[in-house]
């Protein structure tokens, strides 16, 4: 009779799917959501009553049509609106055989009303049923798809809630705003308002825009710890470029030879360096070359350099040595000779002022150095520092000498360019958030603009910005763009 009445009264499908991981494992959970689990629940479990709400209860779990024993696992039952969806849901915790999987997946199947959910549909569901916001909804997807500590941290404490407290906050403080402003257009002339309502406004919208712009002042730290740091290793071709990837990837990731120009492409590799989440990527050597090939190389490697968040210049520390023992320049003018064509410059066209970098830092990595003596050693070093160039790192890629310190100071650039994610006001993480954001400070600027000609266009500025705040939580327009943010999560989440 419930089938029947579930299938005739049109209410809205019940969803199932594998919640864990895909593959042989221990333990397979298996969820459903909708009107239609506890039913679920007891035609797989074959018992009378539900179990008790968010208790776990081991019991037998068979096919439903045919009653043949499919396995004997854990099931919960969690009706709504307690439960992650805002839904009645239900879980069978089984085997994790790929055979059992398919046995209770088909079950669920062969159910009237039920059906396989898509991508990102459960937590899409928590979201509509108001259980989570969107970016709480955006931690959600970005936990689950987090490989490192400091990814974990930040998707944490954005499913927690912290981002979109922040922007709820500045939502209210609009909101209020607002109010006060159209309360003053409709009921001045009434004498209604007290006298410095707008004035009040003037300085909320001031204060609003302040944090605003700072909130989006960051450098990227949350989208860069989102998806990961770009690394780029740069410099003239046989300084060991190569040399340095597979050292650092612990693998044969590109191809080593002592014949110049043998990296034509960009290799990555994707690491985890101290909890960090950065993209490592091998570039051709920078060189003169009328060979067609290697100059689409050079343009890649060139490209690369301008998309880099952190550059690390690797050089020949042997024969920069030679050159500036050899050199009737001093060394600090060698040195800029020698690097003028391999670090990125900054708007001022000053290679030496990334030694204080501010958007894109940079390592020299000097190679080879088990081919040199003590004393050339520290001369580069000191060379180094009097041309105040980027920090310099002596390192052997053959020996593998000098490779902790230096990963020690690339953690320690990664540090500055992310912070800690539970540290401080929480990061904006995705392109869409700083989209929005952009368009509530210009929208406040319309505001502060029209104050003194139009009171009705400064009032619609304050409209527009409240949107796009609400549009990054959810609260206003978001049904355009909801599919773009769930169809990047896995099946069963």
């Excluded at 039920?114 to 899409?124: I, S």
């Excluded at 030679?322 to 900054?346: R, Y």
């Excluded at 929480?426 to 958030?433: D, N, V």
């Amino acid at each position: 009779m419930f089938w029947r009445s579930y299938c005739l009264g049109g209410h809205r499908n019940t969803i199932f799917a594998l919640s864990s991981g895909h593959g042989k494992c221990g333990v397979a959970v298996i969820r459903t959501s909708g009107p239609a689990s506890g039913e679920a629940l007891l035609c797989l479990t074959g018992q009378r009553e539900l179990p008790q709400p968010r208790c776990v209860t081991l019991s037998k779990i068979a096919d439903p049509t045919s009653g043949e024993p499919l396995d004997r696992g854990l099931v919960l039952w969690f009706p709504g609106p307690r439960s992650f969806t805002g839904e009645d849901c239900s879980e069978f915790h089984v085997h994790g055989g790929p055979a059992v999987i398919a046995g209770v997946l088909q079950a669920l199947g062969h159910l009237p009303g039920l059906r396989l959910a898509e991508a990102g549909e459960f937590t899409k569901r928590a979201f509509q049923n108001g259980k989570v916001d969107l970016t709480e909804a955006e931690g959600i997807g970005d936990l689950v798809h987090a490989e490192t500590e400091a990814q974990r941290r930040q998707a944490l404490r954005q499913m927690a809630g912290d981002l979109g407290q922040l922007y709820n906050g500045w939502s209210q403080n609009l909101l209020r705003a607002l109010a006060h402003v159209e309360a003053y257009i409709d009921f001045s002339e009434d004498d209604n308002v007290e006298e410095g309502t707008l004035s009040q406004v003037d300085v909320a919208v001031k204060l609003l825009q302040d944090e605003v712009a700072a909130h989006l002042q960051d450098s990227r730290r949350g989208e860069r710890l989102r998806s990961g740091i770009q690394m780029v290793l740069a410099g003239p071709t046989n300084a060991g470029k190569s040399s340095l990837l597979n050292m650092i990837c612990q693998r044969p990731a590109a191809i080593v030879s002592p014949i110049a120009g043998t990296t034509r492409d960009v290799v990555e590799a994707t690491l985890n360096i101290g909890g960090y989440p950065v993209v490592l990527s091998d570039t051709a050597g920078l060189r003169e070359s009328i060979d067609s090939i290697e100059q689409e190389g050079m343009r890649r490697t060139q490209q690369r350099l301008d998309q880099a968040d952190l550059v690390v210049v690797v050089i020949d520390s042997a024969e920069l040595s030679g050159e500036l023992s050899s050199g009737d320049k001093g060394n600090g003018d060698a040195l800029q000779c020698c690097l003028k064509n391999l670090i990125p410059v900054t708007a001022d066209n000053n290679p030496s002022s990334l030694s204080r970098p501010q958007h894109r830092p940079c390592i020299l990595a000097l190679n080879k150095v088990d081919l040199l003596e003590p004393a050339a050693r520290e001369s580069l070093l000191v060379a180094c520092r009097d041309a105040e160039l980027p920090q310099a790192c002596l390192l052997s890629c053959r020996t593998e000498e000098g490779l902790e310190s230096f990963l020690s100071v690339i953690k320690e650039n990664l540090e500055k360019m992310c912070g800690d994610p539970l540290v401080g006001a929480p990061s904006l993480t995705q392109t869409r958030h700083r989209l929005h954001l952009v368009g509530c400070l210009e929208a406040l600027a319309q505001y502060r603009h029209y104050r003194e000609q139009d009171l009705v266009l400064a009032a619609e500025g304050l409209r527009t910005a409240q949107r796009n705040l609400g549009k990054i939580t959810g609260k206003v327009g978001a049904e355009d763009i909801l599919d773009v943010i769930f169809r990047d999560f896995c099946i069963g989440k």
